[in-house]
């Protein structure tokens, strides 16, 4: 089993970034995939970005791609989100998540451990 806790979030003006972070308890860390999802008011949670345990293969929504950046570091059990290029629309509720899965990418359900999330907004 997996905790996470995510932090970084906070209110940027459109165009600006932000580096969220989500620390994982546990010695086996590198034995997940790790993934980062949103979810706006009204709106149902969408994925974001996933990377591969070793971090070699990494894959991201259309909506991001060019624009967000995701990693982690296996020796500090941490996974990182760089945001650059904020727009109003990417406003939302940043959630990682792990799965033990390594063929997990965007389907939700595969993910069975997720933090308590981290608020982004961006203003126009």
């Known amino acids: 089993q997996v905790h996470l806790v995510e932090s970084g979030g906070g209110l940027v003006q459109a165009g600006g970034s932000l580096r969220l972070s989500c620390a994982a308890s546990?010695?086996?860390?590198?034995?997940?995939?790790m993934g980062w999802f949103r979810q706006a008011p009204g709106r149902e949670r969408e994925f974001v970005a996933r990377?591969?345990?070793?971090?070699?293969?990494?894959n991201y929504a259309d909506s991001v791609k060019g624009r967000f950046t995701i990693s982690r570091d296996n020796a500090k059990n941490t996974v990182y989100l760089q945001m650059n290029s904020l727009e109003p629309e990417d406003t939302a509720n940043y959630y990682c998540a792990a799965s033990a899965i390594p063929a997990a990418i965007t389907e939700r359900g595969l993910y069975p451990y997720w933090g308590q999330g981290t608020q982004v907004t961006v203003s126009s």
């Open positions: 546990g010695r086996t860390f590198s034995t997940y995939v």
């Open positions: 990377i591969s345990r070793s971090g070699g293969s990494t």
